[in-house]
C-alpha cells in the first residue's frame, strides 16, 4: 500500500512563499511519475508541476517561473516551492504519485490560502 502525507500549507500574504512537502512511503525509487495538483472552490482539480523518476519537470503555464518542484531521495520526499504567491493561488493542494506496483495514489491534501 501507498502512503503520501503532505505537511506545509497554510497562509499567506501576496508575494509570499511557501514549500508543501509529501512524503511517500517505501522508496521513491518504486515511483515513476510525482505530480502536485490544486482544486480551488468550484473548479476543477488542476495539475500544478510534475516530474518524472529521471527529473524532468512539467509546469502549468500560471506557475512558470514561479513554483518548482524537486525530490530529496534520501528523504522519500518530493516539495513544491512555492514563490511570488499570488490570491489565485488559493486552493487545496494534493500530493499525487504513480507508484510501480501500487499504481496512481492521492494525499490527503494540504491548504494553501494567499490573502492579505
Known amino acids: 500500500q501507498v502512503q503520501l502525507v503532505e505537511s506545509g500549507g497554510g497562509l499567506v500574504q501576496p508575494g509570499g512563499s511557501l514549500r508543501l512537502s509529501c512524503a511517500v512511503s517505501?522508496?521513491?525509487?518504486?515511483?515513476?511519475?510525482m505530480s502536485w495538483y490544486r482544486q480551488a472552490p468550484g473548479k476543477e482539480r488542476e495539475l500544478v508541476a510534475a516530474?518524472?523518476?529521471?527529473?524532468?519537470?512539467n509546469y502549468a503555464d500560471s506557475v512558470k517561473g514561479r513554483f518548482t518542484i524537486s525530490t530529496d531521495n534520501a528523504k522519500n520526499t518530493v516539495y513544491l516551492q512555492m514563490n511570488s504567491l499570488k490570491p489565485e493561488d488559493t486552493a487545496v493542494y494534493y500530493c499525487?504519485?504513480?507508484?510501480?506496483?501500487?499504481?496512481?495514489?492521492w494525499g490527503q491534501g494540504t491548504q494553501v490560502t494567499v490573502s492579505s
Open positions: 499525487n504519485a504513480i507508484h510501480t506496483f501500487w499504481g496512481n495514489s
Open positions: 517505501g522508496t521513491i525509487f518504486s515511483y515513476n511519475d
Open positions: 516530474i518524472t523518476r529521471g527529473g524532468s519537470t
